[in-house]
């Protein structure tokens, strides 16, 4: 059996905004509660110092700064671990990025809870990508779409069993990985 490549989504994650930026879009911002290093954001923070905002550990606050920014225009991605994107700042996720329907991406690592969350907030679209494939895509998408979206991310690294040049990502559409008829797992 060969190596299987594997990849961490949260890389995944700072590759792609990078990649995006790199790309001319230059409405996209980068907004992290000083865990560039952890949420992997850093990347992103070392090509464009100019757009990318540290925060501090104040969540709820790099909620509103990001929702202020939505209505200027930009497309900030917010990062954090699950438990503050999610839980810490929860009110204002709510109130000043889910009711008004802004533009604000949240990129979150590390939680279970997060999806209750997360999912109970109206036009809140959630994705948990797979592997580095399906994580790309997913921010790919998430810049493309308007209105918010929460992401998550993994911390170690997950096997890549995806075929980039044969996967296409849709938001709102399961795939089937395999055949079989002893038993069905959905995650």
Do not use: W
């Amino acid at each position: 059996m060969a190596d299987v490549k594997k990849i961490a989504t949260r890389d995944s994650y700072g590759n792609t905004l990078k990649e995006l930026a790199a790309e001319g879009h230059d409405d996209l911002v980068v907004l992290d509660a000083d865990l560039a290093a952890a949420t992997k954001t850093g990347m992103f923070q070392k090509a464009y110092p100019d757009r990318h905002f540290d925060c501090g550990i104040a969540e709820g606050n790099m909620v509103g700064v990001a929702a202020g920014l939505a209505t200027m225009g930009y497309v900030p991605f917010v990062s954090s671990f699950a438990m503050f994107a999610a839980g810490r700042a929860f009110e204002q996720v709510r109130n000043s990025v889910g009711y008004p329907h802004l533009n604000v991406k949240i990129g979150a690592t590390q939680c279970c809870e997060d999806f209750a969350l997360m999912r109970s907030i109206p036009g809140m679209t959630v994705i948990c990508p797979a592997d580095d494939i399906e994580a790309r895509a997913a921010v790919r998408a998430a810049y493309a779409m308007e209105g918010p979206v929460y992401l998550r991310f993994g911390r170690l690294a997950v096997p890549v069993f995806h075929d980039e040049a044969n996967y296409h990502f849709e938001l709102g559409k399961g795939e089937q990985l395999t055949e079989g008829n002893d038993i069905a797992i959905i995650a």
